[in-house]
């Protein structure tokens, strides 16, 4: 923060990700939100070469509750991130395609986003395998 911004907004968003990509700090950038009205910030990516961005809900819109633990009282996750992370983790090889579609449509209340899909490599065959470390249990080795 540098006193010119009251915190995170859509304006700090495309300035950090423009900067980002003219100092080549990535070659591709995968951005998940789950937030309430996530598209509203992250429609800036478009037009930004290597970004691809999902968000749990569209710009209008809350992205509701879906998982809650009776231990702690409170609600964990959403559905998107909870189908999103766990057909990751299922399959490595999904394409961000197929992705999108399965979570889009298996997501209740809210409208499932993805931004810059033509400035990114071709969904069919893009995966996240890039970007996350499959787990591996101690029992597996």
Request: charged fraction near 25%.
């Amino acid at each position: 923060k540098d006193g010119k911004e009251d915190g995170f907004t859509t304006e700090l968003m495309e300035k950090t990700l423009k900067k980002m990509k003219a100092e080549n700090r990535f070659r591709k950038l995968l951005i998940v939100t789950e937030t309430c009205y996530s598209a509203s910030v992250l429609h800036v990516a478009e037009g930004i070469d290597g970004v691809l961005a999902f968000t749990a809900a569209n710009g209008q819109e809350t992205s509701l509750a879906d998982i809650f633990s009776v231990e702690l009282g409170v609600w964990l996750s959403n559905r998107f991130t909870h189908i999103f992370f766990d057909s990751i983790m299922e399959n490595l090889d999904c394409s961000f395609w197929d992705l999108y579609n399965y979570s889009a449509s298996k997501t209740i209340g809210s409208h499932v986003c993805l931004f810059n899909a033509d400035n990114y490599e071709s969904l069919a065959f893009a995966n996240a395998k890039e970007f996350v470390t499959p787990y591996v249990s101690f029992d597996d080795l």
